[in-house]
């Protein structure tokens, strides 16, 4: 009977030797095209700012940023395939250990970071650049589920489901916001919800969190000039379009351009130095002037197939443990998507959060990558069936 037991779960082959199931082929291939996509779109973007910075780090290489983005791409690949490999249990006995590492990093940042555009977001490594703030939306939701299978039932009760997650919450929002980075903090605000109600929080929490929200909301608006000009820009960006509200604008003309089939790859206008940020927080606004509607369309049915498969894996793992951090990681997936191409299409006030497996980036792309290899672990771990 544990054998039957075994064999249906993917632990024993029919020699009766111990094994881990196959991991899930069908959302490692959709990882695998929207990541060649991305890095594609990398080069098509990319390369007329490159070339026309002979003085800077690019040296006038135009394909400088394609290069290096290929280069964590692959390395990345690697390291989901590494992190697949990884049995389940790994991951929640180092929990309070990777916690601890990105705490220390974070703290780290704000005195020894390296500063650009007015922050200091990435600590150099050795020529190399690291962004703690990624580390530790993987460091919420893996200590998240853990706390969460640890208090099981008591999950209903403010001293276990609510002072131990505000605790983690409240450390790491404020050392991101010292650097400061708000948009990393309202992805891990909203991720740590999105794992308390997994856990079986009260709703009336999450109320209360929402009220005083919206109070913090309002006081932000009428005593920081900064923060009502920005929801004044939003609401119509062309009044400053030479200011303001100049990249949103420039983002609206790209996407508009590209109509129904766009202007094929590497034809977009804006990217020669109109629309900035254009290969890493805009990249979107360039794939659908270059792919146009059909194109863009296809990427966000792919990302849905993707997060829709994520939940999938979720719902059938043995273990509430790989349940939870396959639902977080296909959360914030889910979250970063939706965030960035509402900022970019004007949908939502500009917050500067990146489009995964798209935007420049070779430290997020690695772990964005690592993550979906924790995903894939937990499909080795789950049932045999297919669907």
Known sequence: MQYDAARRTGTVDISGKSRRADCDWPFALTVLLLLGIGVTMVLSSSYPRAWYDPGGITGGNAAYYFVRQLVFALLGVAAMWAASLVPMRVYRRYTFLFLGLTVLLLALVPLIGVRANGARRWLGVGGLTLQPSELAKLAVILSFSLLICRFGGKMRSFRYGILPFAAILGLLVGLLILEPHFSASIILLAVGGAMLFLGG????????????????????????????????TWRDPFSSSSDEGYQIVQSLYSIGSGGLSGLGLGGSRQKLLYLPEEHNDFIFSVTCEELGFIGAAFILCLFT???????????????????????????????????NVAVVTNLLPCTGISLPFFSYGGTALLIQLSEMGIVLSASREGTLSGG
């Open 201 to 232: 929080v009260r709703l009336g929490w999450f109320a209360a969190v929402g009220a005083a929200a919206a109070g913090g909301l309002g006081v932000l608006l009428a005593f920081f000039p900064y923060a009502s000009s920005r929801i004044t």
């Open 305 to 339: 197939l993707l997060i829709l498969r994520g939940y999938w894996i979720a719902l059938h793992c043995r273990e509430r443990y790989a349940c939870l951090v396959c639902a977080g990681i296909t959360t914030l997936l889910a979250l970063q998507v939706f965030l």
